[in-house]
């Protein structure tokens, strides 16, 4: 901090030399008389110097930057007047005081009009200078800021999708369990394995489901495992077909983003219906598009807190894809009277 003050105190020293050396060798150039090269360098310097930091550090903040535009041309209007009439003032007291010296001086050797002109031209510099250096660190404050914000908002988008994903696995697992549960209450022969494809399952979810991208042929065989599970709870009632491709180019997808519509669609399209239900499951793989059908019954008889609750699970959804696939997918919601359908179309990463 306080190099940094030294610094621009010697910075603005050093232009304030340099700017009186240039008026000393202006006039000199303009004058046979090097004592008026003297005098009016020494004179026209504090005139430049005050009107520059009156600008730049009052009129143009107080006024310019706040867009009170008729009080600061008014004050520059009177700034520059001014200083104008001070150098020729300047010209006046060189004027008698080489008249003492030599009474046959031409005031015309004096060049008043190139005081006005070298005057204001280092007025103009200075604002210059100063205003360029302003735009300068101003942009790269913005920089700053919007490389902050951004590095918030990043943040913010991890901590949701953290937030989203551990609603996602306890709420699977309830399920998953419910079905274990009556399974061994009916005392199924279907328990054991019901009970292998859960520790599959598991096994994806708290070990495998950590990284932001998994490859495409893990999610998928966990949807199968989930599937199997629910084989077995609705094997009576249940008519399903399932389409999976068979090649998925190593691609990755973002874990456990397809199984909450596979999940509705068991859990509202086949629990709740009076007869046997139906589950369609289509996946194919075109180029790195993955595109995802699923369409189930519906029993419109209990439609009200059915939707309720797949309402819920499909904002979530919704947000993961905003969160993670951002213009990179695009979904669509059918819903019919006895038929409910989602479409899913996502670009995937190799």
Aim: charged share 25%.
């Amino acid at each position: 901090m306080h190099k940094s003050i030294i610094t621009r105190i010697a910075l603005h020293v050093i232009f304030w030399v340099s700017v009186g050396s240039f008026y000393f060798i202006t006039f000199n150039n303009n004058s046979e008389i090097r004592a008026v090269s003297y005098i009016l360098s020494v004179g026209l310097l504090p005139v430049a110097f005050f009107e520059a930091y009156f600008f730049n550090y009052i009129l143009i903040p107080k006024f310019l930057e706040k867009k009170r535009y008729g009080r600061f041309f008014f004050f520059s209007f009177y700034t520059v007047l001014t200083s104008t009439w001070l150098s020729f003032l300047i010209v006046m007291f060189t004027l008698i005081f080489i008249l003492e010296r030599d009474a046959s001086l031409d005031p015309a050797v004096l060049h008043p009009e190139l005081q006005v002109v070298s005057l204001n031209f280092i007025v103009f510099l200075a604002i210059s200078i100063k205003q360029v250096k302003r735009a300068f660190y101003m942009q790269i404050e913005k920089s700053e800021i919007e490389k902050n914000i951004l590095t918030s908002e990043l943040k913010l988008k991890e901590a949701e999708l953290k937030l989203l994903k551990a609603q996602v696995h306890p709420h699977f697992l309830f399920n998953t369990l419910n079905n274990l549960y009556g399974l061994t209450l009916e005392k199924s022969d279907d328990a054991p394995k019901l009970v292998l494809q859960l520790s599959e399952i598991l096994d994806y979810i708290l070990y495998r489901c950590d990284d932001k991208k998994v490859p495409l042929s893990d999610e998928l065989n966990n949807l199968k495992n989930y599937i199997e599970i629910e084989k077995i709870r609705y094997s009576k009632k249940l008519e399903l077909k399932t389409e999976f491709p068979q090649n998925n180019n190593s691609l990755k997808i973002a874990p456990l983003i397809l199984l909450p519509f596979v999940e509705n669609a068991f859990k509202h399209g086949v629990s709740n219906f009076p007869g046997v239900g139906f589950v369609k499951i289509d996946i194919n793989i075109v180029s790195k598009n993955l595109i995802f059908n699923i369409k189930n019954s519906r029993n419109h008889l209990i439609k009200k807190e059915i939707d309720s609750k797949k309402g819920i699970g499909l904002v979530n959804v919704k947000k993961r894809l905003d969160l993670l696939y951002p213009e990179k997918y695009i979904l669509s919601i059918d819903e019919q009277a006895e038929t409910f359908s989602v479409n899913l179309t996502l670009e995937l990463e190799v």
